[in-house]
């Protein structure tokens, strides 16, 4: 979805009309991203993506079929057996996607998610599915609009720090959240070849990374977009080393990893100790770094460090989906 922020702003800004189309339930179509939405203009041209662009033809009908009056149209759509592999899908599902005229969804919800800011989206359905009211809920709200139940749930997705959407039934009706925390940045303090590739990782996880040897830059990364930092460090200097991960811990970012044998993270400790931090705060330090994957490589280490991210910021302990129960993408 943020990668239509720039484009709905713009259709805004020149009065040209449009539709959101994003799905309210979905079942099937395998992995794929859980913010994934389309806009679709008047002359039926599509922005963004769903479903690897098989229903696209098919919404932007729907979206110019839209009744006059309606803020909201809700349609089925599905695909199995040999569209599957046509599509180039992982495998077949089905779906109800929401179409909304654009000028019904909050300009305020387009400008947090070009900012990457933490969002949420919430939209009401009346009964009969072809009015939608869209209110923007975000942490700093003190009194936010919408209904009780559905805030709170949004505001635990932005705490989860993972985007998704959630239908549910609520005291007002079907009510859809859209949760958009701001995207993960990882500031990682030392270079070389690890770091690297922990920005490679990054980017294929659609992630942003910065690299830097400086103790006062990556202290000033950190605290610029507090909500969005995840800190790596690298680099066994102490004079880099112990001012960002006192920076870190005090300013209370998501993450906290650092690279090093235990004989480095014990000293790192008493060090931080010796600033004034106590041991809860100190304990916060994921150090040695990284999940137990085995990894040897600096390949592999990267991969290690960013699931150990992926699984920080979710707020879950790592696991083995098959010794779980449940939908394996809650």
């Given at each position: 979805m943020r990668e239509l922020a720039d484009t709905a702003r713009r259709w805004a800004a020149q009065g040209r009309t449009g539709v959101l189309a994003r799905p309210i339930t979905e079942q099937g179509f395998g992995p794929r991203h859980p913010a994934d939405a389309l806009l679709v203009d008047a002359d039926g041209n599509c922005h963004g993506t769903l479903y690897r662009g098989v229903f696209?033809?098919?919404?932007?009908?729907?979206?110019?079929?839209?009744?006059?009056?309606?803020?909201?149209?809700?349609?089925?759509?599905?695909?199995?057996?040999?569209?599957?592999?046509?599509?180039?899908?992982?495998?077949?599902?089905?779906?109800?996607?929401?179409?909304?005229?654009?000028?019904?969804?909050?300009?305020?919800?387009?400008?947090?998610?070009?900012?990457?800011?933490?969002?949420?989206?919430?939209?009401?359905?009346?009964?009969?599915?072809?009015?939608?009211?869209?209110?923007?809920?975000?942490?700093?709200?003190?009194?936010?609009?919408?209904?009780?139940?559905?805030?709170?749930?949004?505001?635990?997705?932005?705490?989860?720090?993972?985007?998704?959407?959630?239908?549910?039934?609520?005291?007002?009706?079907?009510?859809?959240?859209?949760?958009f925390p701001a995207v993960p940045h990882l500031v990682i303090a030392g270079a070389g070849e690890l770091a690297e590739l922990l920005v490679a990782q990054a980017h294929l996880l659609g992630w942003q990374a910065s690299v830097t040897a400086a103790a006062e830059v990556a202290v000033g990364l950190l605290t610029e977009r507090p909500a969005a930092a995840c800190l790596i460090v690298l680099s066994h200097e102490r004079d880099v080393d112990i001012p960002v991960l006192h920076a870190a811990l005090t300013t209370g970012i998501a993450y906290v990893g650092a690279l090093g044998s235990r004989r480095t993270q014990t000293r790192r400790a008493e060090a931080l100790a010796r600033a004034g931090l106590d041991e809860e705060r100190i304990?916060?330090?994921?150090?040695?770094?990284?999940?137990?994957?085995?990894?040897?490589?600096?390949?592999?280490?990267?991969?290690?460090?960013?699931?150990?991210?992926?699984?920080?910021?979710?707020?879950?302990?790592?696991?083995?989906?098959?010794e779980g129960t449940g939908p394996i993408n809650a």
């Open positions: 696209d033809e098919h919404l932007a009908a729907e979206a110019a079929a839209l009744t006059a009056g309606h803020t909201a149209r809700v349609r089925e759509v599905s695909v199995h057996d040999d569209e599957v592999e046509r599509a180039g899908l992982t495998c077949g599902g089905q779906a109800e996607i929401l179409l909304q005229p654009l000028d019904t969804v909050p300009a305020h919800w387009w400008d947090l998610l070009a900012e990457g800011a933490d969002a949420a989206l919430i939209t009401r359905l009346d009964e009969t599915q072809t009015q939608a009211v869209s209110t923007v809920v975000t942490p700093d709200d003190t009194v936010p609009e919408g209904p009780v139940q559905a805030v709170e749930q949004a505001r635990e997705l932005l705490v989860r720090r993972r985007a998704g959407r959630d239908a549910r039934f609520t005291d007002a009706g079907l009510v859809l959240i859209e949760s304990a916060r330090v994921h150090g040695p770094i990284g999940l137990d994957l085995g990894a040897r490589t600096p390949a592999e280490t990267a991969l290690a460090v960013c699931a150990e991210v992926l699984a920080a910021l979710d707020g879950r302990p790592a696991r083995v989906l098959r």
